[in-house]
């Protein structure tokens, strides 16, 4: 049975729907050897662990995922595009693209991601704004969109600059936007990919260079980088029991574990609870001057939420305290609000199930009085 609350022009339901057994791990009996590092859940952004995750530090090639983004929200991939000769033998990892070579935009963002090739990222900055400067202008842009606080960029491969960095936060965070992706994701997670060699060439064989998409449980991403001035840096991402995951790691010796037993962290503490079902929320509201004295409503989404386990889910119905004829099928007239432990976590709106249509008897003196005072 529901316990009904009334307060001045409100009408208040609260309903426990889940308790369920903590098993949190503290956060303090983790330990990585990353000088930065963090971990968030994707859906809402928050940070499950981290360390010194707003220091400001060299990213390496994981600069690569904000040059996917900018370069797939341009549209079109499958546009071909020309090899400009200055992505020709740029320093470091490489796709060894020549000059007057022909490749769609998703050909080399391919190679970008797997291969982590520094010229395929000066081939698609010259083929979206011109040159590397414009393009790193698109990137500080489409940053500052996200909010991020702590980072800049001046090239799109991530090759040392003093004024090229970020922080373990604002990489994952940008991150999570990248993920919203449908076809970053589906470049981030490819193991392997051919792609054409200068036309009737051959084929290039690109490898994904991220281990984790072949050892650990769930992987789906996203980016290795490595320089002598930033060390090791690791983006990963994975997605186990409807929750997705990103981890951070900025200078660390031992990045493959320290991403193994952060993601761990976060299954270990993390499940999605299903809140409502279809139908499974009623609420009756009162009508006055109507055929009926009541409209009863129902919530037609689904809803669920990535919570710690052993949160205390709490539902509260938030309606007028009463509703005038006439009322048509379909109308939105109240929400079902979530808590978790105090915290709202999301609503859905709840719809009349039927219409009641406005009486024709003379309305009462209390009716009258209710429409004068009421909504």
Known sequence: ???????????????????????????????????????????????????????????????????????????????????????????????????????????????????????????????????????????????????????????????????????????????REAMKNELFCEIVSTHNKTVPLNGEDGIRSLVNHNRLLKTYEGAVGVKTGFTKRSGRCLVSAAERGGIRLVAVTLNAPNDWEDHKRMLDLGFDTLERISVAEPRQIFYDLPVVGGVSQSVRCSNRDFFSAVLPKGSRVVTRIEADRYFPAPVNIGDALARAVFYADGEEIGSIPLFAEHSVAESDEKPSLFERILRLFGR
């Open 1 to 175: 049975m529901v316990n009904r609350i009334f307060s001045s022009g409100i009408a208040l339901l609260l309903s426990v729907l889940s308790v369920i057994p903590c098993t949190v791990k503290a956060e303090d009996e983790l330990r990585v050897s990353a000088e930065s590092a963090v971990l968030i859940e994707t859906e809402s952004g928050e940070i499950l662990f981290e360390k010194n995750c707003e220091q400001r530090l060299p990213m390496a090639s994981t600069t690569k995922i904000m040059t996917a983004l900018v370069v797939i929200e341009q549209g079109n991939t499958d546009r071909v595009v020309e090899v400009a000769p200055e992505a020709v033998g740029v320093e470091g990892s490489s796709m060894y693209l020549k000059a007057g070579e022909k490749l769609t935009v998703k050909e080399l963002l391919y190679g970008l991601m797997l291969e982590s090739a520094n010229d395929a990222a000066t081939a698609l900055a010259y083929a979206v704004s011109g040159g590397t400067e414009e393009f790193a202008a698109l990137m500080n842009e489409r940053a500052r969109k996200l909010g991020t606080r702590n980072t800049h960029f001046t090239n799109p491969h991530g090759l040392d600059d003093e004024e090229h960095y970020t922080t373990a936060h604002d990489l994952a965070m940008i991150t």
